[in-house]
């Protein structure tokens, strides 16, 4: 049985109580000295997530790259990187999809780590147009607007001056709305202009992009400006002060940079800007740590569990618990916040008030009264003539996750952990081992408790699962069942590979595919066969897939293979031509 693994260690968005000004600059005590923060350090770790659009529902199809790896997110909106470098102070995800403005988070990161995001896309909307030569005012919502000057916009690619139509595509995002953290860019984090880390407190953010008439990417010229302007959240008037730091959002490193200063006029913060992507009206503050241990009423921890913390005044952010029931992170120095434990399923657990702190706290370990629950789903399995199935499996996809269980004399049973709030679709999909052949999905409500799932047939399409390669005059075939076909993806790789039933390290086969998301054409990576005998390697060779299937998790993906490899046997290793064919079942 598989589940995917939801841990993070989280930062925890910070708020400021008071703002003092001299001499047009910021001034903070509690900002740390330098020395005092971590030192950056790059790390592996792994990191998975979830995309939502804007109705919280997943999104399909959307690349998602973390340093130099890459991959593509689920029909679940889900994606995973595992074992891949990242930055130990901004480890950071950045998610593109057509329609929607880029999506990024930023995490703290630990080697060995695994991390879990949440990312909610912004649909990225045009708020209207200006023309180049003449400049105009664009209003982003009510309050918040940007203006440009006359022949102010060049193409971005070519610094070229452009004349025709400015198209703005922008939106703003309330800084004390309670879904922020999974709306906004990075996290709340920045270098300001002495180089140093600090937290910040966001009293408004604005996202624009700049679009020619042919599509093309525009942005502000050199020596120019554009203006802009963004209300003060009624929550946010009384702290806001008279002038604060302006900071963009830098998408290749994951980081909020201070660059400008904006003054309140009224109700609303007022500065200029030279370039445009994401831009924040913030101010620096303080933090200390916090670190909790959760465990349930009968002592297991509580993993991958949600832990929010809300400031009266400065809104609401959440982290998530490791396997262990730990989680740890920043919060701002000297606030008063309430701190809830929240179920998978939206629901309060548990909650106390925590600081204000002037110094690391930890809260050790909390035992909450847990609603998770489990469902255990049971039933028959039937093969085309109607006869129980005496050796197969039933794979389940619950909550986005996948699970299987074996079928026996006829009979399934698969339990799962979830909570009891609300009722999930889950669908079934049978198989038989003897015929190799597995039915259609089924699909079913359920909530917890046993649930019966009914009869299921395991017929219509044949799932032998096969590599096959031909090398030499000589064809080496491992097929499932009885032998082991196997397929994962680690990062941006999908690798597939195969051992012959006897288990030797002598009879594999194996490859694997960089960025697989389609049926196409695919250059391989370390393909190998190992026989009792002889040994063949791609080396440096150059070995081609064409991928005709791709199915959905828990369907089958197909292919073909073409190139030379070589002979380790033979210490002038000559090339041999060789071609391949696959059928592997799709699990993740």
Known sequence: MRNYRLTLIFILLAAVSAAIYSCNKYKDDTVPPSGELPEDKTVTASVQGRVLDENGLPVQGAAVTSGTASTTTDENGVFQFN??????????????????????????????????????????????????????????????????????????????????????????????????????????????????????????????????????????????????????????????????????????????????????????????????????????????????????QHGNPLTYMRVQLTSPTYGTTSGYTDATGFVSGLIPKGQMLKLEVISNCGSVLSGANVGPALADQDLGTITVSSDIGSLTLSGKVVDCSGTAVDSGFVGVVVDGLNYRGAVRKGAFSVSVTRCVVSTTTVKLVAGDYKTLQQGSITSLSADTGNTDAGQLTACGTVFDQFISITV?????????????????????????????????????????????????????????????????????????????????????????????????????????????????????
Not at 140 to 154: K, L, N, P, Q
Not at 164 to 175: M, Q
Not at 508 to 523: C, E, K, V
């Open 472 to 588: 030499d005059g000589k064809t080496y075939m491992v097929s499932a069942p009885p032998d082991s076909v196997n397929y994962y993806v680690s990062g941006t790789y999908s690798y597939f590979w195969a051992t012959f039933k006897n288990g030797s390290a002598g009879n594999m086969i194996g490859f694997r595919i960089n960025s697989l998301s389609g049926t196409g054409p695919y250059s391989t990576g370390r393909l190998y066969l190992n026989t009792p005998n002889r040994a063949f390697y791609q080396g440096n060779n150059n070995v081609q897939c064409t991928v005709s299937q791709f199915g959905n998790i828990n369907e089958f993906i197909t292919g073909t293979l073409s190139g030379t490899v070589v002979d380790s046997s033979n210490q002038a290793w000559p090339s041999y031509p060789m071609t391949g064919s696959f059928k592997v079942k799709r699990t993740q």
């Open 83 to 296: 074992d891949i470098s990242m930055s130990s102070r901004f480890g950071y995800v950045k998610v593109v999809k057509q329609g929607y403005f880029t999506g990024s988070r930023s995490i703290l990161t630990a080697a060995a780590s695994s991390n879990f995001i949440s990312i909610t896309l912004i649909p990225r909307t045009s708020k209207g147009a200006f023309s180049a030569s003449s400049g105009g005012n664009v209003v982003v919502e009510t309050g918040d607007t940007v203006a440009f000057d006359a022949s102010s916009v060049v193409n971005a690619a070519t610094n070229a001056p452009y004349t025709g139509t400015v198209h703005v595509y922008a939106a703003y995002l309330d800084p004390s709305g309670k879904d922020r953290a999974e709306h906004m860019p990075g996290d709340l984090r920045g270098i300001d202009t002495s180089g140093k880390e600090t937290m910040l407190q966001s009293f408004g953010m604005m996202v624009v992009e700049l679009q020619g008439d042919g599509g093309e990417k525009l942005q502000i010229a050199a020596g120019k400006q554009a203006y802009i302007s963004m209300k003060i959240p009624d929550v946010l008037k009384a702290t806001a002060p008279a002038v604060i730091p302006l900071w963009y959002f830098n998408d290749t490193t994951g980081r909020w940079i201070e660059q400008g200063m904006a003054s309140r006029q009224g109700d609303q913060y007022c500065g200029h800007t030279s370039h445009f992507t994401w831009w924040n009206f913030d101010a620096p503050t303080g933090a200390v740590n916090l670190k909790l241990r959760l465990k349930d």
